[in-house]
């Protein structure tokens, strides 16, 4: 079923005999000493503090964006502030390209860190200890990428770095050094640099150069951070572009097929970023990554949908057109006031023309924390 849509225009025990209370003058002297130990080494408010969790900064498109830009001057395009996007989860629009949460929201669970607001929400510093999220809709690694549109990577970076000034100020030298290097930077990045030459009357030719330049730019920021200190790195490799509805159904010469030129992009990136991080690994002393085949495990589930407890893979949950691939969810946007919407977004792979389900992303945030890729090991 569906349902159709027109919106208008607008826990230990003591070894002690005695209680902690009723202990003997010398070992409240020792217990006294070890305090002013610690206050020497550190700030006096840490000495009550209990070990940090590593923190996680997120950095990237809208596979990871959590909000950022409904603080931007951009189009509706790139976001996702309106009914009926978090309508699973949270019962309102967050702008998060999906019905509930993505891959990131559940990584911090998994690391027992809280949801990481939008870095640009209002408040968002009282929780810099835990990360932050940086991540726009819409961006790429390059730079022209639907510039003027998103926060772009040189940007996300310089936010990146005002939390970082804002850690040395709050810590000491030897205190924010260590977390830096304890930090996790999760980067989704390079679809849209793609994805615009398609959805675009692009000129830009593609060739194994301009692959590169998008491996380059992307590697430019993790070695920045890696220089002020960040040692380990995740990243998702990019999703089979040409199966997305929105490029599907641009292939006009198959009914239910892919749009190769697309996905082949897709796979040189994912190749070239496969290599330069191996080469970085033997390069930057103590640098440590994981990289998720996100390329994979989506085609796996497009293919295969009932084989992960879904029924459709091709045809989005929100949008209008063939395989819903007119980008209209929510009936806000410039392609389309009308849109239909699937009863039960759980049975879908794609929520709308370009993203997936929030059961998606919680797979794919299980598989990624406990199977091949190990995320969880950069967090221990």
């Known amino acids: 079923m569906k349902r159709r849509f027109k919106f208008p225009h607008s826990q230990m025990k003591s ?205 430019a920021i993790v070695k920045e951070i890696y220089k002020i200190g960040g040692r380990k790195f995740g990243f998702l490799n990019l999703g089979d572009l040409g199966c997305v509805p929105g490029l599907r159904i641009l292939n006009s010469s198959s009914k239910n097929g892919c749009l190769e030129k697309a996905s082949n992009l897709a796979k040189l990136h994912n190749v070239e970023l496969y290599n330069i991080l191996l080469k970085m690994k033997k390069q930057l002393k103590g640098f440590k990554y994981s990289l998720y085949d996100f390329n994979s495990s989506l085609r796996e589930r497009i293919d295969h949908p009932s084989k992960y407890g879904l029924k459709e893979g091709k045809i989005a949950c929100c949008g209008t057109g063939q395989f819903r691939g007119i980008h209209s969810c929510g009936g806000k946007r410039p392609v389309g006031h009308e849109f239909e919407l699937c009863q039960n977004p759980s049975m879908h792979v794609f929520w709308d023309s370009y993203h997936l389900t929030e059961i998606i992303y919680q797979q794919m945030a299980a598989q990624m924390w406990n199977g091949p890729s190990s995320f969880k090991s950069l967090f221990q």
């Open 15 to 219: 070894a002690m005999a005695k209680p902690l209370g009723t202990a003997g003058p010398s070992f409240t002297l020792v217990l006294f000493f070890l305090y002013l130990s610690c206050c020497f080494h550190f700030h006096i408010g840490e000495c009550n503090r209990p070990k940090r969790k590593a923190a996680l900064f997120i950095f990237g498109d809208s596979l990871l964006d959590v909000g950022n830009n409904n603080y931007i001057n951009t189009t509706t395009l790139d976001q996702a502030n309106f009914w009926p996007y978090g309508e699973t989860y949270f019962k309102f629009p967050t702008g998060r390209f999906s019905d509930g949460r993505l891959i990131s929201d559940f990584i911090a669970e998994y690391a027992k860190l809280p949801l990481l607001p939008p870095f640009l929400q209002p408040g968002s510093q009282q929780n810099y200890y835990n990360g932050a999220n940086f991540a726009s809709a819409g961006a790429g690694a390059l730079v022209s990428t639907f510039q003027g549109s998103v926060i772009d990577m040189e940007t996300q970076l310089k936010n990146f770095k005002k939390v970082e000034t804002w850690w040395r100020k709050k810590l000491r030298k030897s205190k924010s050094q260590n977390m830096l290097s304890n930090a996790v930077y999760l980067f989704s990045i390079g679809t849209n640099d793609y994805l615009s030459l398609f959805v675009t009357n692009s000129s830009v030719q593609v060739s194994p150069q301009y692959e590169q330049m998008v491996v380059s730019n992307l590697t």
